[in-house]
């Protein structure tokens, strides 16, 4: 298995000099864009790491996924969906300006910043416990005491987040935001920021892939019937507005972040952890779109198979 993803990293190196790291977020542009790693983790338990799966990068909007699970463990299903809806869309992941037509009436998806932001201001707690639970749970999941975000991101972050800002205003406004805005926000700048590795990474899509189950100690940490609904929207609406299509060339649920992680759970219960700076258009790692498609060949992970 190493020697496979040794050779699918190699074959997909090239995609970096198509790509740029992100650079709206200063703290983000120091990122060598040549980096690729990745890590993954089959049904079994047995771990696979290959290239430069021990750098740690922020999660960013992977963190998505966690918020959502521990928003719906705290508000269920009908508390979560009458504020953000489970539509893919074909809009930027910052896009707002559906939101602000006389038919927006709340964020599409969980995925994309408004509605993220939205399922953040959902979880329970107040000022740092709501970034603290998530911390906890991703410590929990991965075995990982040492992780926490990165406050040069976190503070990057909230320096130029003027379009998010702009979107947590306007959802205040139509009513759709719990809270007081400038925390929440800083919230959602706190788990964006929220620093992981492939390893990492790949225990999470392990516990997903595993119907919510921990790798080391088989503990249940929420129900099947959410992480169901997290593999759903996952699948149609983690890779942005390129969700489509990645649906039709990689098959597995994913989440993508612009730090350049994606994070991967496979039907076949395996979990995988990507990394590689270099971005394309839409905001997802090049190389790790390349390799997680040949990946899901070689192995024959595309649900819809």
Same mark, same amino acid.
């Given at each position: 298995m190493?020697?496979?993803?040794d ?5 997909n ?11 709206y ?13 990745i890590?993954l ?7 696979y790491?290959?290239g430069?799966?021990?750098?740690k990068?922020?999660?960013?909007s ?5 918020a959502?699970m ?8 009908e508390g979560?969906f009458?504020?953000?809806?489970m ?5 930027p ?5 559906k939101l ?7 964020p599409?998806?969980?995925?994309i910043?408004?509605?993220? /932001?939205? +399922?953040t201001?959902? &979880? ?11 911390? =906890?749970?991703l *410590? ?10 990165n406050?040069?991101?976190f503070?990057?972050?909230k ?14 406004n ?11 926000l ?7 920021s929220i ?5 990492d ?17 088989k503990e249940q940490?929420?129900?099947e019937?959410? /992480?169901t +609904?997290?593999?759903? &929207? ?6 942005y507005?390129?969700?489509?299509e =990645?649906?039709? *060339?990689?098959?597995?649920p994913?989440?993508?972040?612009v730090a350049g992680?994606i994070?991967a759970?496979?039907v ?24 997680l ?11 819809f198979?």
């Amino acid at each position: 298995m190493e020697k496979l993803l040794d050779r699918l990293i190699e074959k997909n190196r090239y995609l970096t000099q198509f790509g740029q790291v992100a650079n709206y977020i200063p703290a983000l542009e120091k990122a060598n864009p040549e980096d690729i790693g990745i890590c993954l983790i089959d049904g079994k338990g047995k771990q696979y790491c290959s290239g430069a799966y021990h750098k740690k990068f922020s999660i960013q909007s992977i963190s998505k996924v966690i918020a959502l699970m521990v928003a719906l463990m705290d508000n269920g299903e009908e508390g979560v969906f009458k504020r953000v809806g489970m539509e893919p869309t074909d809009e930027p992941f910052n896009s707002f300006y559906k939101l602000d037509l006389p038919q927006g009436e709340k964020p599409a998806n969980p995925m994309i910043n408004s509605g993220a /932001i939205v +399922t953040t201001s959902l &979880i329970k707690g107040e000022g740092e416990e709501k970034v603290n639970r998530l911390i =906890y749970i991703l *410590r929990k999941i991965t075995s990982n005491h040492d992780i926490t975000y990165n406050e040069e991101v976190f503070l990057s972050e909230k320096e130029t987040g003027h379009k998010n800002r702009a979107i947590a205003y306007l959802l205040k406004n139509k009513g759709l935001l719990e809270g007081e805005v400038e925390e929440v926000l800083d919230a959602y700048f706190k788990q964006c920021s929220i620093e992981m590795d492939c390893r990492d990474l790949a225990k999470v899509g392990w516990f997903l892939a595993n119907k919510g189950r921990i790798l080391k100690s088989k503990e249940q940490v929420c129900s099947e019937e959410i /992480i169901t +609904t997290i593999l759903a &929207i996952m699948t149609t609406c983690g890779m942005y507005n390129f969700s489509g299509e =990645y649906a039709v *060339r990689v098959g597995i649920p994913s989440k993508s972040g612009v730090a350049g992680g994606i994070l991967a759970a496979a039907v076949n219960g395996m979990g995988i952890g990507v990394y590689g700076p270099a971005l394309d258009q839409y905001g997802n790692s090049i190389a790790g779109y390349g390799i997680l498609k040949d990946l899901s060949k070689e192995l024959n992970l595309n649900i819809f198979y």
